[in-house]
């Protein structure tokens, strides 16, 4: 038997078994109300959910309309929505704001701020921060930690926003709030020619559209809340999920349009929504799950995602959000489970490749990530601790105060805070009217040893820098660091050819040492606000870290003591220092690697360095900026075997796959078509690896810098290949680079490229590898950034990169006359006899006269005798691992 619908079509097909018409169903059970929508799933009810529960009416209108795709004619009506009738409130309307008066988009925007919130959302942001364009009513929002915050989401808006349209915003209306009246905001709009409105005071109605706009979606929230039974934290993320529906809903003004309509004059489908706050099943890919595991995972749909196709799922019990499209939805249950305790304390938000945090962008539309996370240079944290996250350690005061080891973090705040004082930081001051107030951070870190016992608590007050004002609370902000190619040409030239003693210096709390130039102020740390002082906040007079040109002002200090205490800065590099022909130091922020012909001169220079500043002597030289040195049986190595195990901790869930290469010859790789979005540690993996390879594992750094191309949409394919280096590295972690084998002090260089190597582009691939006496001190692999026409041109550009990093080698090893070392020509070698006699001025035609001129920087070069240009056959190049798969 067959069975249709009224429009004809198949509905069910029931077979004859035993004379007897069988239907097999599976019984649902009812668990609430929510559940009759299961009876029609295009009735108007579901839709009304699937929209937020926004106007009955206008949904009925616009499925009629030829605006949307995937609304179908909606029939039927409901009297009440139990939801709305307890969420939303009956109120007076704002009067004349729904007529439009503008003629194009961005002719006027109207803006305004709700909050603060009763509780902080999963990214510590208490007020949201509303956009709204009048021509075609399509709103931003932005969520916000502090009101000030709102000057820099404006200026992002107008940007992006501009560049989108190719039009100017001319007006913007407000109310008088302090954050929109400060004077650099106005100083701003002024500069930009755009025109101020302002509200009267105690007159809200005047910017009826920001204030009624702000009060549609908190309704909408309410109803979302009380219906799905969420945690109050989760407001941020359904106030964005209100904003994605409402730019989606007719607007009354907007004669049946919606607002993404008329923004941009195109219709959109709506066939993808579903019931916020319903139940998802997301599925588990095979590679992340035994085959006794459920291959889903329940969750709830809290809105849909923000730069990707697919929607956002909430799971109750890791309290995590993550991005993704593989999933099944049951429209017919909402909210959590009842034996789940819900505490808004403990979720915080993941992106769509990891367990770690997102960094708070705030883009258009975004939502605010984990709280307190945001961007800083944090320079106490060693490079191995910066790419790699210790899960363990607080991310927060509060966090700290819940561990079993609270006393610990509260010893190490009060010496973080003693040293503060001691330093003499900040002054108390009244809070400023009209200032920019930054806000701070507790940063927390654990030093140990080399065997991995923890040696120390540490904390750091660390200022919230990304809130600074260009112009105003900050200028200039590059600050120099030693090159760590020149701290293994060093190390090779004075340690295991002349003998030299290298220890290891580092100066506590560094920046604190450096005077600002500016005003900036903050705010009080928590846990630590000074009695009677609630509405008072610190003055910095030191370079805190977080700032913007806190790097700077600390360089520019140590420069100036070290030159005052008779040290001189060799011309060639800004971190190279010289004290009395026979001491030289190396500097890397706060570290410093220090090496003297003998024990005196040590002593001598470390004391002078002990004036000045409060200096940890770590002794000889065994772990410098993530890298380990030792010496073992009268040779001096070099390697990274601790980090390699510590990745291997935090990886260590990656599948296996055996290789004894990085990457198998042959392979060709693309970029990712599907758009997929894989819930896998990719970009962090490829950082760690990074790394890695820049350090001391040349063997693996065609195969990472190839890779990373595709951080923003890596597919499956990329992961395995990423994972397949991964396991190479934990497989030859006893790899090390011995740097005692050098016998002259001359530089050797090797050159290769692989001509329109990627498949993607057809652009070539450059690669060098540098030699002092037999000691590979710098290697390098980069895609050229122009489209070779030949191999010789592809082998002429590769060596013009290997020919500057030698000259600059060159010119650091020949401007430390003390070291009186010999002369000897440097050598480069290539594997191309056209390249090579191109450089050597021996051939030009049709084929060679488009070469840009940037490159005759080798023939010069040549020219001047600085290298001497030989050839080498491919099988016996060095640099070959540099441009393709092992």
């Not at 009735?43 to 529960?53: D, M, Q, S």
């Amino acid at each position: 038997m067959i069975i249709r619908t009224p429009r004809n079509r198949l509905f069910l097909t029931v077979p004859l078994i035993d004379k007897f018409y069988v239907i097999k169903a599976n019984v649902i059970k009812m668990q609430n109300d929510s559940a009759a929508y299961i009876s029609d799933k295009d009735g108007i009810e579901l839709w009304h959910a699937r929209f937020g529960h926004l106007n009955m009416q206008g949904l009925k209108d616009f499925s009629k309309s030829n605006n949307v795709y995937g609304l179908e004619n909606l029939k039927g009506n409901v009297d009440k929505c139990d939801t709305c009738c307890l969420t939303k409130s009956s109120r007076a309307s704002f009067p004349n704001i729904d007529k439009i008066r503008t003629q194009h988009v961005l002719e006027l925007v109207h803006m305004d701020i709700w909050g603060p919130a009763p509780v902080k959302s999963l990214g510590g942001a208490e007020y949201f921060y509303s956009i709204i364009d009048d021509y075609s009513r399509y709103a931003v929002v932005y969520f916000l930690k502090h009101k000030n915050e709102a000057f820099e989401c404006f200026k992002a808006y107008k940007q992006a926003m501009e560049r989108l349209t190719n039009r100017k915003i001319k007006r913007v209306r407000s109310d008088n709030g302090t954050e929109f009246s400060a004077d650099y905001f106005e100083q701003y709009l002024i500069n930009e020619g755009i025109k101020i409105e302002r509200t009267n005071t105690y007159s809200p109605e005047m910017n009826g559209v920001a204030e009624r706009y702000n009060r549609t979606i908190i309704e909408g929230v309410r109803a979302l809340l009380h219906e799905s039974k969420l945690p109050k934290t989760l407001w941020a993320e359904l106030v964005n999920t209100q904003n994605y529906l409402r730019n989606r809903f007719p607007h009354k003004s907007l004669k049946g349009k919606a607002p993404l309509n008329v923004w941009s004059d195109k219709k959109f489908s709506v066939r993808h929504f579903k019931r916020i706050g319903c139940v998802a099943y997301v599925f588990i890919p095979k590679r992340y799950r035994n085959k006794l595991e459920p291959n889903a995972q329940k969750g709830i749909m809290m809105g849909y995602a923000l730069n990707t196709l697919g929607y956002r799922i909430f799971f109750t019990q890791s309290g995590k959000i993550t991005e993704t499209k593989h999933i099944k939805f049951n429209e017919s249950i909402l909210g959590v489970d009842s034996n789940v305790q819900m505490k808004d304390n403990k979720f915080r938000m993941i992106d769509s490749f990891s367990d770690f945090e997102l960094s708070n962008d705030n883009k258009l539309n975004a939502i605010e990530t984990q709280s307190d996370d945001f961007s800083t240079d944090i320079e106490d944290i060693s490079d191995s601790e910066a790419h790699l996250v210790d899960i363990k350690i607080p991310n927060n005061f509060k966090e700290s105060q819940m561990v079993p080891e609270r006393e610990n973090w509260c010893n190490a705040l009060k010496e973080e805070l003693e040293i503060l004082k001691v330093r003499d930081v900040y002054e108390i001051v009244p809070r400023p009217k009209n200032k920019n107030v930054l806000g701070n951070k507790w940063v927390y870190t654990l030093k140990k040893d080399v065997t991995g016992k923890i040696k120390r608590y540490r904390a750091r007050l660390v200022a919230q820098g990304f809130r600074q004002i260009e112009g105003i609370d900050y200028f200039d902000i590059f600050s120099p660091v030693i090159n760590f190619t020149l701290v293994r040409l060093f190390i090779v030239i004075l340690v295991t050819m002349k003998g030299w003693l290298c220890n290891h210096l580092d100066i506590k709390s560094a920046y604190l040492y450096a005077p600002l130039n500016e005003d900036i102020f903050m705010e009080q740390p928590s846990g630590f606000v000074i009695d009677n002082e609630y509405n008072s906040v610190f003055k910095l007079k030191k370079a805190l870290y977080g700032l913007k040109q806190a790097g700077r002002e600390w360089y520019s200090e140590l420069n100036n003591s070290l030159i005052e205490l008779g040290f001189q800065k060799l011309l060639t590099s800004n971190c190279i220092y010289v004290y009395k022909s026979f001491v030289l130091l190396l500097v890397y922020v706060d570290d410093i690697a220090i090496f003297a012909c003998n024990e005196q001169y040590m002593n001598e220079a470390i004391g002078l360095i002990k004036s000045k500043f409060d200096v940890k002597d770590l002794g000889k030289l065994s772990k410098f900026l993530g890298v380990e040195f030792e010496m073992r049986n009268g040779n001096f190595i070099m390697h990274q075997k601790s980090y390699i195990n510590k990745m291997r901790n935090i990886f260590g869930n990656i599948p296996n796959c055996k290789s004894l290469v990085p990457l198998s010859p042959g392979i060709a790789i693309y970029d990712n078509k599907e758009h997929d979005v894989l819930n896998v540690p990719y970009r962090n993996l490829i950082g760690s690896l990074s790394f890695l390879a820049s350090r001391t594992r040349p063997d693996i750094i065609f195969a990472v810098n190839f890779l990373s191309q595709f951080n923003n949409n890596p597919s499956i394919t990329h992961w395995n290949l990423i994972c397949q280096v991964f396991h190479y590295v934990l497989n030859t972690s006893n790899y090390e680079i011995d740097l005692s084998k050098s016998e002259i002090f001359a530089l050797t260089a090797y050159t290769d490229a692989s001509w329109a190597a990627d498949k993607m582009d057809r652009k070539s691939i450059s690669g060098y590898v540098i030699f002092l006496g037999d000691v590979p001190v710098s290697w390098s692999t980069s895609k050229q950034k122009c489209t070779a026409l030949s191999s010789m041109e592809a082998e002429y550009i590769a060596l013009s990169e290997a020919v500057k990093e030698i000259v600059w080698l060159n010119r650091i090893m020949n401007s430390c006359l003390f070291l009186e070392l010999p002369v000897i020509k440097s050598k480069i070698f290539c594997d191309n006899q056209s390249a090579i006699c191109y450089s050597k001025n021996l051939m030009e035609n049709q084929r060679t006269k488009h070469i840009d001129t940037r490159y005759f920087f080798v023939k010069e070069k040549l020219n001047a005798e600085e290298f001497d240009l030989l050839y080498v056959s491919g099988k016996k190049n060095v640099a070959d691992i540099m441009t393709k798969a092992l």
